[in-house]
């Protein structure tokens, strides 16, 4: 089955040496690029392909269940800002590899998050970085239409976040459109959303290759919009992709869709355990290629996680 997301040609993923980035303990030489992506009249689904770079790259000294410390840090306003959270703390090594939590506060030494640090070893490595939002992705896009565009952005508890496009009246180009307060929301890694526009246009996604794995929720009772989120044009087969490792047999769904304006439903497999994916329909073994863009719609059970594999391994 071809890949719907339209990934243009002037994707590039250049190789350079960022310079000196606040509070690294590191060495990097991250790999940066952009992908820009077309967007039809009508539904389509995208995600982020490109983190933002870090602003932190170490290893505590010491932490809680809730907190790290780094004793050499010198941390500067990690946020919330106006009820978001503007970044987040990715653990890179230990039990926890790949799990994302919010910053809520911080001194210039401790960083707080929203999760259970409790079981990520001692002296976890880990990163900061700022979340990707929506305002990001679309801070030079082209063909949204004031008061009629909408991103929808799905949340861990079934509802739905929707923002409209305002870019004539919002500082961050949408707003809330119940009370039409400036509005925005974060992407985070691995998270798909969907773009609802009256014509054709579209955005690009720019920034780092995500480089670790990233440990992607699967929440039962909502709707999992998850991506490899790789700026890679080169398909994977989803049985190699470790989506079933968390799944329950017989039980839950990974679907995909059309990226026409339709979102119209072009497969649906069934996750049978030893048997890995199989079509929904016939029971045939599932044979998916799976962008590196692209979006799938995962339906749980039971909430669960999928660890998803490195977009780019050094």
């Known amino acids: 089955m071809t890949n719907s997301i339209k990934i ?6 250049l190789i350079g040496l960022i310079g000196s980035v606040a509070n690294s303990q590191t060495v ?4 940066v690029g952009f992908n820009k992506f077309n967007f039809s009249a009508g539904n389509t689904a995208f995600t982020a392909t490109f983190t933002k770079p870090f602003v932190f790259s170490g290893v505590a000294t010491s932490k809680s269940s809730t907190w790290l410390t780094v004793s050499t840090a010198s941390f500067s306003s990690l946020g919330p800002v106006g009820g978001l959270p503007t970044h ?9 590899n790949g799990f994302v939590f919010d910053v809520v506060s911080n001194t210039g030494t401790t960083i707080s998050v929203d999760g259970d640090l409790s079981t990520a070893g001692a002296t976890p490595a880990f990163v900061v970085r700022p ?3 929506v305002s990001d992705l679309f801070s030079s896009s082209s063909g949204l239409t004031d008061g009629l565009d909408t991103i929808t952005v799905f949340n861990p508890d079934g509802t739905s976040s929707i923002l409209l496009r305002a870019a004539a009246d919002s500082s961050s180009g949408w707003v809330n459109p119940i009370d039409e307060s400036v509005a925005n929301a974060v992407i985070y890694p691995g998270q798909g959303f969907y773009i609802t526009a009256a014509t054709s246009g579209n955005f ?11 440990v992607v929720p699967l929440y039962a009772g909502a709707i999992n919009l998850v991506s490899r989120a790789s ?9 190699s992709l470790g989506l079933g490792s968390g799944l329950s047999p017989a039980l839950d769904t990974v679907e995909f869709v059309s990226n026409d304006g339709n979102l119209s439903s072009t497969a649906v497999y069934l996750w049978a355990g030893a048997d890995g994916f199989v079509n929904a329909v016939d029971e045939s073994p599932a044979n998916q290629n799976v962008a590196g863009g692209e979006v799938m719609n995962v339906t749980v059970a039971n909430s669960t996680r999928w660890i998803a594999p490195a977009p780019y391994t050094p």
Do not use: A, D, R
Request: zero cysteines; a neutral charge; proline letters at 7%.
């Open 8 to 13: 243009s040609s002037l994707l590039g993923l």
């Open 204 to 214: 690009t996604s720019s920034g780092q290759v995500e480089t670790t794995q990233t």
């Open 88 to 96: 987040y703390v990715k653990i890179t090594s230990g039990p926890l």
């Open 28 to 31: 990097s030489t991250p790999v």
């Open 231 to 239: 700026p890679s044009g080169s398909g994977v087969q989803l049985g």
């Open 131 to 133: 979340h990707v939002m």
